[in-house]
Every structure is written in structure tokens, then in C-alpha cells.
């Protein structure tokens, strides 16, 4: 089966940093995505990853483990407007996502 | 990036009438659509796959009676959700896929907040 995990809540502290794990077990892959969805709003596109390593985008960087079936996606300098929900998905053969339960971080002053 | 609409953004019906909802991509073309769903503090769950041309492809357990999906042109996908009952009441979102060289990227819709009374 199709199956992606992620903590369901974390807390940090403005001007920390922050990791977000994802593990991931498909019958393919083509691909891992991570997206920022505030409350009430659609997801917003935040790193990709296909190959193994580290992706870095300003304070975000995304890391794959293909072989582990592992991601994290690393939030620098934590600012209160982080505070959402961030969402692992897997493409595996199909133009498909899976999306894994979603993790909702609190930024705390 | 690419833009994609979605209309209405909040719509509240009687229970039995049915919703249309509409989901455009502003500047590309998508041959390939999605529709989600997303109860409050939980994921988004796949409902279908759209293709313009073609029938939709559902999720297991997503009737498809009940969510009727048109893929008109290549840059509007439909939903509508026929005799909608309380508990459809839910957050839609659509997404348009975009190819481009090595990366498969979904930008996402706004959203419909459908409460049905």
C-alpha cells in the first residue's frame, strides 16, 4: 500500500530552526514534494526533490533518501508567519500526488 | 509562477440542490487536472483525476455519480457535486499539473468552502 508520515504537531521558537521529517513507503517514485498551506488556503509549492541530497532555497532546504524512503524539509530563522501546515507528497508512476497527513507548526514569540 | 483559479471560493446551498465548481489555469495549458478534498485540520484527499478529452479517474470509495467531473479545454476542469447533503459540506481544491523539462509541479486552486445547510 501507499503510505506517508508525518508528526502531526510541532512548536518552535521564532529565530530557531526547525526540521519536519517525512517517511514515505510507495509502489514507485518519481518524485517528493513539500508544500505550506496556511489555514483556510491552498498548499503553496515549497521544494522538490527526486534525487538523493540536500535541496537549499533561502531559509528552506529539502533533503531525500530514496533508499531510507526519508525526507525532511528544514525551516532557518523561524519567523511567525511560518506558522502553517506543511504537507509531503509523493509521486510514484502517475502524475499523481500522495499526500501525507501533514504537520502543523506553531511559530511561538 | 502559474496561476490557477477556482470559482466560487464559498458557496453555502440548501441540502438536495446541487454545486457547480470551477477550476481554471490563468496562464497554461493543463491536460491534467485534480480534485481534492480536505476536512478541517486533516490532509488533502484525492478525489479524481481530470483529463481533458477524457472521463475522470476516481479514487477508490469517491462516488462518481455523486461528483461529476467535466474537462471541458485545457484550461478549465469542473466539479459538481450533485444533491449535496450536510456532509459534503468540505474544502475542494483543485490543482492544474504542469510539465516542464525534469519537474512535475501541481499548483493549487484557492479553494471552495461548500457548506451545505
Known amino acids: 500500500g501507499q503510505n506517508i508520515d508525518q508528526p502531526t504537531e510541532m512548536t518552535a521558537t521564532e529565530g530557531a530552526i526547525v526540521q519536519i521529517n517525512c517517511t514515505y513507503q510507495?509502489?514507485?517514485?518519481?518524485?517528493l514534494f513539500w508544500y505550506q498551506q496556511h489555514a483556510g488556503e491552498a498548499p503553496t509549492f515549497l521544494s522538490y526533490?527526486?534525487?538523493?541530497g540536500l535541496e537549499e532555497k533561502g531559509r528552506f532546504s529539502s533533503f531525500l533518501s530514496r533508499s531510507k524512503g526519508y525526507s525532511y524539509l528544514l525551516l532557518k530563522e523561524l519567523q511567525m508567519k511560518d506558522s502553517a501546515s506543511y504537507l509531503c507528497?509523493?509521486?510514484?508512476?502517475?502524475?499523481?500526488?500522495?499526500f501525507g497527513t501533514g504537520t502543523r507548526l506553531k511559530v511561538l514569540a | 509562477g502559474a496561476v490557477v483559479s477556482q470559482h466560487p471560493s464559498r458557496v453555502i446551498c440548501k441540502s438536495g440542490t446541487s454545486v457547480k465548481i470551477e477550476c481554471r489555469s490563468l496562464?497554461?495549458?493543463?491536460?491534467?487536472m485534480f480534485w481534492y478534498r480536505q476536512f478541517p485540520k486533516k490532509s488533502l484527499m484525492l478525489m479524481a483525476t481530470?483529463?481533458?478529452?477524457?472521463?475522470?479517474?476516481?479514487e477508490q470509495g469517491v462516488e462518481k455519480d455523486k461528483f461529476l467531473i467535466n474537462h471541458a479545454s485545457l484550461t478549465l476542469s469542473t466539479l459538481t457535486v450533485t444533491s449535496a447533503h450536510p456532509e459534503d459540506s468540505s474544502f475542494y481544491i483543485c490543482?492544474?499539473?504542469?510539465?516542464?523539462?525534469?519537474?512535475?509541479?501541481?499548483?493549487f486552486g484557492p479553494g471552495t468552502r461548500l457548506l451545505v445547510l
Open positions: 490543482s492544474a499539473r504542469e510539465a516542464s523539462g525534469e519537474m512535475e509541479t501541481q499548483y
Open positions: 510507495t509502489s514507485g517514485f518519481n518524485g
Open positions: 526533490n527526486v534525487l538523493d
Open positions: 507528497a509523493v509521486t510514484s508512476g502517475t502524475y499523481k500526488y500522495i
Open positions: 496562464d497554461f495549458q493543463a491536460t491534467t
Open positions: 481530470s483529463n481533458e478529452g477524457s472521463k475522470a479517474t476516481y
